[in-house]
């Protein structure tokens, strides 16, 4: 395993060895020290442990990696990533995910506002709350919350699916409560299966998603438009 001390090399130095390795490598970065975009643009299948807490966009646009976060994270955490996984022992501020086209991200603790914002095919389990308008937007993938969620919870939500254990504060404009099918079931344990995830109890979640009807103007709806 490589190690990457910040302490002795910059951060392009350490994001220019991760975009620049070999598939299979493995690194570990050390005094991560809250460090903004550390191992963005990852487009090698390759392992990653940060040992400490991230800044902003850490891991954004990643491509077939493997990193973890053992703290937190700050706003961005896996932007625009298309596959992939992140794991975060800790909490993540604002927007996590935020239009994930593929990949998952695991995440121990909380999660901040607007927690998948316009995803496009991701996979993202909060295993703590959700702050409001999460899922805003969401067009394609699931959002997975073993606690609470906020207010706005799906607004504007398009064809994904919100699985929530805990209480919902309120639900997003055009976002209703759906029924939790076998195909849904199935799809959840594989979501959990798939991210190593083993301590929950299917009975618990309720799925939600799109009530459809904002896909075409209507004049009747321009008020929640």
């Not at 993938?141 to 805990?166: C, M, P, Q, R, W």
């Amino acid at each position: 395993m490589g190690i990457l001390d910040i302490n002795k090399l910059s951060l392009r130095e350490i994001n220019n060895t991760l975009q620049g390795s070999d598939d299979n490598s493995s690194f570990s970065i050390k005094n991560p020290k809250g460090a903004h975009a550390l191992a963005v643009g990852i487009n090698k299948n390759i392992n990653v442990k940060v040992l400490g807490s991230v800044g902003y966009y850490c891991a954004g646009m990643n491509k077939f990696s493997d990193i973890k976060i053992e703290g937190s994270a700050g706003p961005g955490l896996g932007e625009n990533m298309m596959s992939g996984n992140i794991h975060v022992t800790g909490d993540v501020s604002q927007y996590a995910g935020a239009s994930g086209h593929g990949g998952s991200i695991l995440v121990e603790g909380n999660a901040s506002s607007r927690c998948g914002i316009s995803m496009k095919g991701i996979d993202i389990i909060i295993k703590g709350n959700v702050g409001h308008m999460s899922a805003f937007m969401a067009q394609k993938g699931n959002l997975v919350i073993f606690g609470n969620a906020g207010h706005a919870l799906g607004d504007s939500i398009y064809e994904a699916n919100i699985y929530v254990a805990g209480e919902v504060a309120s639900l997003g404009t055009d976002c209703i409560e759906k029924k939790m099918t076998k195909k849904h079931r199935s799809n959840l344990e594989n979501i959990l299966s798939n991210a190593d995830v083993s301590d929950y109890y299917l009975d618990n979640f309720k799925r939600f998603g799109s009530a459809r009807s904002l896909y075409n103007f209507n004049v009747d709806n321009a008020k929640i438009y």
